[in-house]
Nanobody, 121 residues
Framework: QVQLVESGGGLVQAGGSLRLSCAGS????????MGWFRQAPGKEREFVAA?????LYADSAKGRFSISRDNAKNTVYLQMNSLKPEDTAVYYC?????????????????WGQGTQVTVSS
């Protein structure tokens, strides 16, 4: 059974940083794309970043967020710097069987339960 477990969320002041982690189990993720999405209250889930053969970032994440992965640990990270109140959301980790990174949530096969990130002004 495939599982993705996020950690690292929390409350931070604007301008601060957080690093999210997502640990996968149940299969080897090295050939899969790993992605991060987020959903704010009252809004649709949106793409943040993904790491396959290629790396993608949402415009809102470029220059502030960095995605990385450690395939030996089946773990993907999202380093978030210069956080803004509008970054407040539940952040979800996802895995796509394709090695080519996509920003489309429908492409992803597995999802974690999410971790809350709250940025205060």
């Amino acid at each position: 059974q495939v599982q993705l477990v996020e950690s690292g969320g929390g409350l931070v002041q604007a301008g601060g940083s957080l690093r999210l982690s997502c640990a996968g189990s149940g299969r080897t993720f090295s050939s899969m794309t790993m992605g991060w999405f987020r959903q704010a209250p009252g809004k649709e889930r949106e793409f943040v970043a993904a790491h396959g053969w290629n790396i993608l970032y949402a415009d809102s994440a470029k220059g502030r967020f960095s995605i990385s992965r450690d395939n030996a640990k089946n773990t993907v990270y999202l380093q978030m710097n210069s956080l803004k109140p509008e970054d407040t959301a539940v952040y979800y980790c996802a895995a796509d069987s394709s090695s080519f990174a996509s920003s489309r949530s429908a492409e992803y096969d597995y999802w974690g339960q999410g971790t809350q990130v709250t940025v205060s002004s």
